[in-house]
Every structure is written in C-alpha cells, then in structure tokens.
C-alpha cells in the first residue's frame, strides 16, 4: 500500500509538471512577432499642368495656361513677322508703325518693359533674310532639324533684367526663311523655366504649307 501511495504520488506530480511546463513549451523561440504596421496612404500624384494652344502661321505648339498670349498682326519689321508672344507677366504691344512721305515704318522692341523675378518671355517669330545659313541642327522640334542655344545674359535680355537666354530656329521650306523662338528667363528658378521652354517645344507643330 505504501508503494502503491508514492507511486500514485509520483505519478500526480507528474502530471502537475507535465501541466505546468506545456504552456512555455508553446511559445515559440525567437524574437517576438508584431503584426505588420498599416501601410501609408499612397502619395498622390501631381495634377498635369494646364495648357493652351496656339496655332498661326503654319506653326502650333501648347504652353502653360498661365502665361499671358498677344498677337499683333500687320506689324512686320523689315527682315521678321512677329507670331505671338508670351509672358508670365502683362504683355503690351511691341511695334509702333511711322508713315512718312507714303513710307510705312515698323519699330518693334519687346513686349515687356521688365522681367520681374521668376519672370519669362517667350516671342516667336518668321524670319526671313537673305543668303543667311542657319547653323549646323543640333536637335529636332516640330519633326525638323532645328537649331537650340543656351546663354548666361545676352544684351537684349539682360536689358530686361533677365538671366538666361535660349534661341530656337527651326527652318521653313521657303529659301533663307526660319522659325524663331527667343526665350528671356529670370531667375531664381531658371530649371523650371528651362523645362517650360522645353515642354513648348515638345509640343511644336509646324504644317506642309507654312
């Protein structure tokens, strides 16, 4: 009887620390697992920038809506037909026409008196003169070989108190007559500018029967 009691005994605390032990038998070895942190909204994505469109002269392109567009038609200077210009800024009309004895004179200068800081002008223009040779193309807008220039200053721009230049000629099928775009940008931001100038071009359109 007695060893039947102790191993009765025995057998019950057994059991007790089989019952005890198997809850930290469970928990499983490691670092401890945490569930996964919610996800961040995505970002959202930037609105395009709204456009307008011109078109004359055989020539189209899109241009921030933003900007200021005036046309002056009949004004035409000796050797270039002014299209259209374009500002971040008012625009006023850049030519005074003078008749003298039956002579009909066209002055133009530009259409802004100033740039203000972050300022832009752009003027297109058709520009026809003769026995001139456009440069060697150095790129392509429109479909056409096309000629693209950057410059620090420049005396018509900086008179304007601009800071950087950028001209573009792209030829036309007439003999010695060129599209021209000359482009004033005011600092501080001159990359974004820059990439204004660029997405104009990149919208540019030029027709069979310009």
Same mark, same amino acid.
């Given at each position: 009887m007695v060893v039947t009691s102790w191993t009765r005994l025995a057998a019950a605390l057994a059991v007790v620390a089989v019952s005890v032990a198997l809850p930290f038998a469970r928990t499983p070895a490691g670092p401890a697992h945490? +569930? =996964?942190? =919610? &996800?961040?909204? =995505?970002?959202l994505s930037k609105p395009p920038a709204m456009t307008a469109s011109f078109i004359a002269m055989g020539l189209s392109f899109r241009y +921030?809506?933003? @900007?200021?567009?005036? &046309? @002056? &038609?009949?004004? #035409?200077? &000796?050797?270039?037909? +002014?299209? #259209? $210009?374009?500002s971040s800024g +008012?625009?006023?009309?850049?030519?005074? #026409?003078?008749? $003298?004895?039956?002579a009909r004179t066209v002055t133009c200068a530009y259409p802004v008196g100033h740039l203000p800081p972050g300022g832009v002008l752009v003027s297109w223009d058709a520009v026809g003169f003769p026995t001139t040779h456009l440069p060697t193309p150095n790129t392509t807008i429109g479909g056409r070989p096309a000629v693209e220039t950057t410059a620090t200053g420049g005396a018509w721009c900086a008179s304007l108190g601009g800071t950087e230049t950028i001209t573009v000629m792209i030829p036309r099928p007439m003999p010695d007559n060129w599209y021209q775009l000359d482009a004033c940008l005011r600092g501080p931001d001159l990359a974004q500018q820059e990439a204004q100038i660029s997405a104009v071009l990149d919208t540019v359109g030029i027709t069979n029967g310009d």
């Open positions: 945490h +569930p =996964p942190a =919610p &996800s961040e909204p =995505p970002a +921030p809506a933003t @900007w200021q567009r005036q &046309s @002056w &038609s009949g004004d #035409v200077a &000796s050797f270039a037909a +002014p299209i #259209v $210009s374009l +008012p625009l006023r009309n850049p030519c005074t #026409v003078t008749t $003298s004895l039956g």
